[in-house]
């Protein structure tokens, strides 16, 4: 079945350095690949996609690159800010059109 | 995109007492899920809802324990039945829209 590893956390940095969170996946077929950000208190917010291979989605200072050849899709920021500070989830949708998630990934920057 | 509501934000029930979430989306969708985040974890989908037919629930989750109803293309239902001290989690309803699911702002369940 469909499965999502993503970086242990919880992760901490100071404000202006930069960010990766490592995602890998296993699917079958050709899935398409997300990362949401909960906040503190919050629901799920959508922060970029990719629907195919290669693809680069992108929010908010935020980048992602879809990798076929590794099965990778790994978050990246040049500077985070405090308010980045929240819980992010890596997750792909398969043919069933469901979803299915990474652990998460806490991170905390400091100002 | 879709705005989803979902009713009630947060509540405290006694055991053995049952919950009714209300899911509802500013916009027709077919497929609405439900999903169970419980403290510290990841989200674990609970049941796809499509309108006009029966719920499809994963492994480990019944209809007797969390029934759905879905009378329309942009209401939904989830009911946490009997509940225990374990079912204290957070409870969110997305929707697929443009190949992707959004969601809502959960209800936050605390079960003494």
């Known amino acids: 079945g469909n499965s999502v590893t993503q970086m242990e956390g919880p992760v901490t940095l100071s404000e202006e350095a930069f960010l990766t969170i490592n995602c890998t996946y296993t699917?079958?077929?050709?899935?398409?690949l997300f990362w949401y950000v909960q906040y503190p208190g919050e629901g799920l917010q959508l922060l970029l996609k990719a629907t195919k291979a290669d693809d680069k989605g992108s929010n908010k200072g935020f980048e992602a690159t879809y990798r076929k050849e590794t099965t990778s899709f790994h978050l990246e920021k040049g500077s985070v800010q405090v308010s980045d500070s929240a819980v992010y989830f890596c997750a792909l949708t398969g043919s069933a059109r469901q979803l299915t998630f990474g652990s998460g990934t806490q991170l905390t920057v400091l100002p | 995109s879709a705005v989803i509501s979902q009713k009630p934000s947060r509540d405290i029930c006694q055991r053995g007492t049952s919950l009714t979430i209300q899911c509802q989306v500013d916009s027709q969708v077919t497929m609405m899920f439900w999903y169970r985040q419980q403290p510290g974890q990841s989200l674990t989908l609970i049941a796809t809802a499509n309108q006009g037919s029966e719920a499809t629930y994963e492994s480990g989750f019944v209809i007797d324990k969390f029934p759905i109803s879905r009378p329309n293309l942009t209401f939904s239902t989830l009911t946490v039945s009997n509940m225990s001290p374990e079912d204290s989690s957070i409870y969110l309803c997305s929707v697929e829209t443009g190949e992707t699911q959004y969601f809502g702002p959960g209800t936050r369940l605390l079960v003494l």
């Open positions: 699917a079958t077929g050709y899935p398409s």
